[in-house]
């Protein structure tokens, strides 16, 4: 059975997936049901989902139990959350524009290939302890910075029509210019320049 192979380590990591998926969930109910509860839960999934994302790679070194199929877990369940669940929440709050939905698609494309790219060069990467010594590109969980900002945009309901910066008509889409933070940061995420020092 799979269930048996899975470490502790890999039980944090679905624990990660699920928050994100739950964080889906609830943006679709609060767009169902209007009632602002369900959006504050999926946004506060989304560091819970942090948290055990960090919790598992701690777990895996203390218990020295780090596998190709736990580092393939994790990358899976990061898209979900850091990638997937952020564009959800903007598309929720009013990012949906034609040019919105094409950058929220760029943004989430821009997590899925910086995790493929880490883990072919995590090999290449790593320093005579085995361990990669720096991520080429932003990590990922950056995009909660995001979400911190489009929580603080809900606080204080600027949001649909009352997003910052307004909306714009190009050619025959719509574009909410506060979108362009989600593709600034694909395109960081993406970067080969960009070398962040891995904790």
């Known amino acids: ?28 109910q609060y767009l169902a049901e209007d009632e602002r509860r369900f959006l504050w839960t999926a946004f506060v999934l989304l560091p819970l989902a942090f948290v055990l994302d960090a919790a598992d790679g701690w777990v895996a070194r203390k218990t020295r139990r780090g596998s190709r199929l736990g580092g393939d877990l994790d990358s899976l369940a990061d898209v979900v959350s850091f990638g997937v669940a952020p564009a959800v929440l903007g598309y929720t709050l009013g990012m949906r524009g034609g040019w919105d939905a094409m950058i929220l698609i760029y943004f989430v494309l821009c997590g899925i290939a910086r995790l493929a790219r880490f883990n072919v060069t995590a090999d290449d990467l790593a320093t005579e302890s085995g361990k990669v010594a720096y991520f080429e590109g932003t990590p990922i969980p950056t995009s909660l910075a995001l979400v911190a900002l489009l929580g603080v945009a809900f606080a204080g309901d600027h949001v649909h029509a009352a997003l910052w910066g307004g909306e714009l008509r190009l050619g025959p889409w719509l574009l909410h210019p506060l979108v362009l933070l989600f593709g600034l940061s694909g395109s960081a995420m993406i970067s080969a320049r960009l070398r962040i020092p891995k904790p």
């Open 1 to 28: 059975s799979m269930l048996r192979e899975f470490s502790p380590a890999d039980v944090l990591t679905l624990g990660n997936g699920a928050c994100g998926v739950g964080s889906i969930f609830l943006c679709l």
